[in-house]
Structures are given as C-alpha cells and as structure tokens.
C-alpha cells in the first residue's frame, strides 16, 4: 500500500471516529432523565383529618394530581430535586421540596386571612363572615375608586348579588336607585337604608320624578366621597337589619370611611382618575318621509307623515314673523344625524388627596377631592369640592372619641329632566322632523308682540315673561 493511500485512510478513520465521539456525546446529553414515583398523603393540620381534592402541581410544569377520597396522591416526578405545589380553597398554598424522598406526609394550615374575613355589621359591630348567619357581602375599596362613579351606589352595578342599581336620565349630578332582592312594595318605597359610620342618613330624592317626568336631585348617598371609604357592606334580608327596625325592611348599605392610624411620620395618597363616555345604541328613525301629514307637507306640524324628502323647495318652517327666513323656500332633504350629532362626549375627572397621621394615643386624616364631570347631554355640567376631616383617638382605657366633620360644595349646571316634561331635551329632540336641522332647531322659540313665548313648531304651551 503506498504512502498517500495509507494516509488517506488513516484520515478517514480518525473522521470516522471523531463522529461516533460526537454523536455518542449528544444522544447521551438528550437522553431522559430518570423519573421516580412519589406517593404520599395531605392532612389537616388542625385536626390531622384527610383532605380530598387537594390540586398537586410539578412547579415549572403543568404535570400534577389531586387526592383521592381519603387525602392519598401518587405522581411521578423527574430532575435533581423536584418541588410539588399544594393549593386547596380556604388552606394556604404549600411547596414540597422532593428530594431523595419517595414517600411524602403532607400536612396543610387554614388560610386566615379568608376564614377570618371581618364583616362591618348593624350598628358598626364588626363579626367575623363565618359567624354571620344572615347573608352579608363587602365590596372592596378598589373596586370603588378604580372604575370611580360620581354617585358611589352606581360602583356597586355587578359587584353584589340581588343587587340592582337603576341610573337616573337627569345627567350627571342625578340620584340612583337601589334594590335588594326585588321590590317589596307596589307603591311605597323600595330603597335601602344607607348607614355611614354607624349612623343612618336620608336618601330621599328632593324633587320626586313622576310618571309624567321632572327633575331629580341627589341625594343622602349621592353626596359621599368614592375617595374616602375604607369598606361598603350590604346587609340583606330582616335578619341582617333587625337592629334598625322598619326603616331596614329593604336591607341596608353600610358603609364604613377611612381614618387615621399609628404611624411615622405624614402618610401622603394622591390619585387622579379620569373617564369619558358616549351613547352607544341610539334610536333608528326613518328618513324617507318628512314633516307634514298624509303626504302632504305641514310646516308647523311634528308628525313626519309628510312626502318624500326629494330636495324639492317648500316653504321654511318657521313661524316667527320677525325671521328673516320666513316665507322663503328651502331644499326639502333629511338630517339623518342629528340625534347623533346632538350629544357630546362626556368626561369625569377626579382629582383627591389625603393626608394621615398618627400615634397610639390619637389619629388624623384629611383629605380634599375635587371633581368636574360633563354630562353627553351639552350644558349639563358639576363641579364638586369634597372636604373631610376626622379625628379618634384613646386617651385612656376608659375614654375613646371618633369626630368628623364633612363639607361639600357642589354647583350643578342644566340637570336634565325627564320623561314627557317640557324641558326634557330629548323629547324634543325625538319628536323633531327629520328635514328640520340641528342647527336650524335652535331657534325653535321666538316671542310675539304680547310678550308671549311660542314654540315654532307646536304653540302647547305659552308663558308670558312680564
């Protein structure tokens, strides 16, 4: 064999090896772990008794178990030292490290903080939620300042069960109503009793709405600070608002306000919140035929039973002699869009702080909140300043003192009125002719030379300003 040839093949069997080297190497660093079985079992810690149905997960996988009818578990774990995850309602979550262990007894410790869970009660008596044996829910504060509401029943919308909050239509500044667990009265009041700190409060609406419509002005509730509650609770049924007698029949909203606590130092909370809101689902008008009644055109009439809105020329709708359009002609087309175009985007920001201090013997807290809200309906404005100071204290064993004092200012601008009133805008706005503008509506009134104020469209009522 010559020189070159042996070289050659001694080079292709050193190759040859260098690989089987390699892929020896790999299949060996790919290869499985080895997997061990683990059994065991989860008990009480406080009574040692077997916990069925405890969730047993691998921690990094999504590999687990659960306990049999007697707390028993069995799975099978891999890797240097594998950890097990135990989660059970109402127990603490608990991690197991495996280690050279084959065999695990487990026991798991009742979680406090949900079994002793503590409920505002009548009165402000505090219970734990398992000693209650009426129904009682508590909202937390965060699900009140987060999504805020200028009237804080509003917040409550989905939070409780049984519970219906009812907005009112008269825009921003307007009450709510609340009920629990249905009405109980065809024609009395069916409301709760709202409770602040212990002490109950009016919520009747100033002006009543009828079926004929109005105004309705907030109220009692409507006038507490979303910023400044620590806790709201919501007792149903009679057993739960026994100690307020009849005036609970419909069950009662505790709410319970933040105050100072020991500390060091001045504890400083800001917040800002800001929202806006637009109508969604608006009403479908036909835009066919126009002012007028059967096919004919009427130019001081609502009804739209008029003739088709072609563009041809008629005669201005408008009654004022004084109008430097009337008599004259206009193209006969529709406005789809005005109801559209007659609302605006509304917006509520909240500006808020709060200072508190403290030491064992007295606490303070303060805080100031102010709030401008624009309503979708254009005019209906609020501007509102909330001022809040409290004081409590234990000077000694035998003495304790809780003072508060509330002050509020708030200017609300064109509260909406509702149903078939007059006022309401948007019953003219539903009842105007779709080949009558926006724009042109305006100027739906004028006075006369008696001093009587008319309507253009419909003389229903007439005021006389002297």
């Not at 603490?92 to 505002?120: F, R, Y």
């Amino acid at each position: 064999m010559k020189k070159s040839s042996f070289l050659a093949f001694l080079e292709s069997q050193i190759k040859f090896l260098l690989c089987a080297s390699f892929l020896a190497m790999a299949v060996c660093s790919f290869a499985p772990a080895q997997e061990k079985k683990v059994t065991g079992s989860v008990t009480s810690v406080e009574n040692s008794s077997p916990m069925p149905g405890v969730n047993i997960v691998i921690k990094g996988t999504t590999s687990g178990t659960t306990t049999d009818a007697n707390g028993n578990f069995s799975i099978s774990v891999s890797g240097d030292n594998p950890v097990l995850v135990l989660s059970f309602i109402g127990f603490n979550t608990q991690e197991v490290s495996v280690g050279n262990q084959s065999v695990l007894n487990i026991k798991m410790a009742t979680s406090a903080l949900q079994l002793n869970e503590i409920v505002v009660t009548s009165l402000g008596i505090k219970r734990e939620k398992k000693a209650l044996t009426y129904s009682a829910q508590t909202v937390a504060p965060d699900g009140i300042t987060q999504n805020r509401e200028l009237n804080v029943v509003n917040s409550l919308a989905g939070k409780v069960a049984g519970l219906e909050v009812i907005k009112s239509n008269s825009g921003v500044g307007s009450p709510s109503r609340v009920v629990i667990r249905g009405n109980r009265s065809i024609a009395g009041n069916n409301q709760p009793l709202y409770v602040v700190d212990g002490a109950p409060i009016n919520n009747s609406e100033q002006t009543p709405v009828d079926e004929y419509g109005g105004f309705a002005w907030a109220a009692g509730i409507g006038d507490i600070n979303p910023e400044d509650i620590e806790s709201i609770t919501v007792l149903k049924g009679p057993s739960a608002t026994a100690l307020y007698g009849s005036r609970a029949s419909n069950g009662a909203i505790v709410i319970t306000t933040k105050k100072g606590a020991p500390r060091k130092g001045i504890g400083v909370e800001y917040s800002l919140n800001y929202s806006v809101e637009t109508p969604v689902i608006l009403t479908r008008f036909q835009n066919v035929y126009g002012q007028g009644s059967a096919t004919t055109y009427i130019k001081n009439i609502e009804y739209d039973w008029g003739p088709k809105m072609d563009g041809r020329l008629v005669e201005h709708w408008t009654t004022d002699p004084n109008s430097p359009v009337y008599g004259t002609t206009y193209p006969f087309v529709a406005h789809p869009d005005n109801l559209k175009n007659f609302f605006q985007t509304g917006t509520n920001m909240t500006n808020s702080i709060a200072l508190s201090t403290g030491n064992g013997d007295i606490q303070g807290y303060f805080s100031y909140t102010n709030t401008k809200s624009r309503g979708i309906i254009p005019g209906n404005e609020l501007k509102r300043d909330n001022f809040n100071l409290r004081l409590t204290g234990n000077p000694s064993k035998k003495l304790s003192f809780d003072a508060k004092i509330t002050y509020f200012y708030q200017d609300t601008k064109n509260l909406v009125s509702t149903g078939g009133d007059y006022s309401n805008p948007m019953r003219a706005i539903l009842r105007q002719p779709s080949n009558i503008s926006l724009e042109q509506s305006r100027n739906f009134e004028y006075y006369d030379n008696e001093g009587y104020l008319k309507s253009i469209v419909s003389s229903l009522s007439q005021v006389r300003i002297y």
